[in-house]
Structure formats: C-alpha cells, structure tokens
C-alpha cells in the first residue's frame, strides 16, 4: 500500500481546524484542534518554511485549563520563498491557564517548557499571579536592561509594571521557576522564584533577543 502524501500547506488552509488536525495529526494521538492559527516568521527565518499552529480543545484539570499546540512546519523541497510547502514536522507544545469559570477560556495560555508537569505549572502560575497582583508581599531583587530608570525605583513602582503584564513562558530555573511576562511595549520581564528564599523574587527587564 503506498504512502499517503504529506499535505500542502495551502491544502491545510482550506480545510476546517478538525479537519486540518486529522491531516496533519494523521497517526498522532491528540484531542480535537479548534483552532489553527498561522505563525508569523521571525526576522531570522528562513526562506522556505512556513508554519502552522494546530491548538487542541482545552481541557479542565484542577485550577485551570490545559490544552496542547502543535507547531506543524512545511517546507519547500526547493527552499523557493512562494513554495509548494509541504508537511515537514510537528511537534507538540503544552499550555496552561488559572481560571476560575466552568468552561476553558480561549485565550490567556502560557506555554509550558519541558521539566513541569500540568498541575505543578497551574501551582507556579498561582503564585505568580498571588505576587504579580500583590496579593504576596515579597522583596524584589531589581534588574533592568532597557535604560527604564523608573522600573527598580521602588516596590510599587516594580508592582506598577508587572501590572500591565501577562504570563507568557514558564521554566525551570534550577532548583526553582521562572516566568516570562509580555505587556503592550517589546520588553519582557522575567520573575524568578526560588523555593530557599519564597519571600524574595528577583525580576529583570530586558529585550528579547531577535530571531
């Protein structure tokens, strides 16, 4: 019996997000896709590729919601910037979301690396929120690369600034966490947490680095 093609991302586009999970997920195990999304290329892309996110219907687990991102890529076996692009691989990505409703909100996740399972994530992303919102009084260690003069200035002014910000990435960070934060501006400030010191975070302002 001979293969079935891989898929054409313009064959991808014109089917429905089930439909697009089915083809592209074909042999994968994986939860419905309601939702696929086109991923902007960044500024050192490639020519060549072009890329795809197929996100699962989230599910409930304990205080949040979970759901999976597939990041499907094609590629032009002529490397041409117009294609055909064809399916090349897919990988699988975890997010995660606090929410207090009943049903999985569409919006809100925060990708998860490697190394933290579901519910150890919705822990980590609690305390956050508890720190982020000043619900915790904690000291902050301040840091900032970007020539703002008023981020570290004080407690509130830390506070002013995270404020204005949302979850973005989750990690390891040795024997504790951190987490990247996006707001309106292209800065992005990461908290760290470390379980030896629960009543100190350290908090850095810098640019992300281009790519």
């Excluded at 079935?4 to 089915?22: F, H, K, R, W, Y």
């Excluded at 094609?74 to 691989?89: A, K, M, N, V």
């Excluded at 600034?161 to 987490?179: C, H, N, P, Y």
């Excluded at 990247?180 to 908290?191: D, E, F, N, Y």
């Amino acid at each position: 019996m001979l293969a079935q093609a891989a898929p054409t991302v313009a064959a991808v586009d014109q089917l429905s997000p089930a439909e697009a999970g089915a083809t592209v997920l074909r042999g994968k195990t994986h939860a419905p896709v309601e939702a696929v999304a086109m991923v902007e290329p960044g500024h050192l892309a490639p020519p060549g590729f072009v890329e795809r996110d197929l996100i699962e219907q989230p599910v409930r687990n304990g205080s949040g919601c979970v759901r999976r991102r597939w990041r499907a890529i094609f590629r032009s076996p002529t490397l041409e910037r117009h294609g055909p692009f064809i399916l090349d691989s897919v990988y699988a990505m975890t997010e995660i979301v606090l929410t207090g409703r009943s049903a999985c909100p569409t919006t809100g996740y925060v990708h998860v690396n490697p190394g933290i399972d579901q519910m150890a994530g919705l822990a980590m992303l609690a305390q956050v929120e508890a720190v982020r919102t000043g619900r915790v009084r904690v000291a902050f260690d301040c840091k900032d690369d970007t020539g703002d003069a008023k981020f570290c200035r004080s407690r509130a002014s830390i506070l002013q600034d995270l404020a204005t910000r949302k979850s973005w990435i989750l990690s390891r960070d040795g024997g504790g966490f951190a987490v990247s934060l996006k707001g309106q501006t292209r800065s992005i400030v990461t908290m760290q947490f470390d379980p030896r010191n629960p009543d100190r975070v350290v908090v850095t302002k810098t640019y992300p680095a281009p790519f």
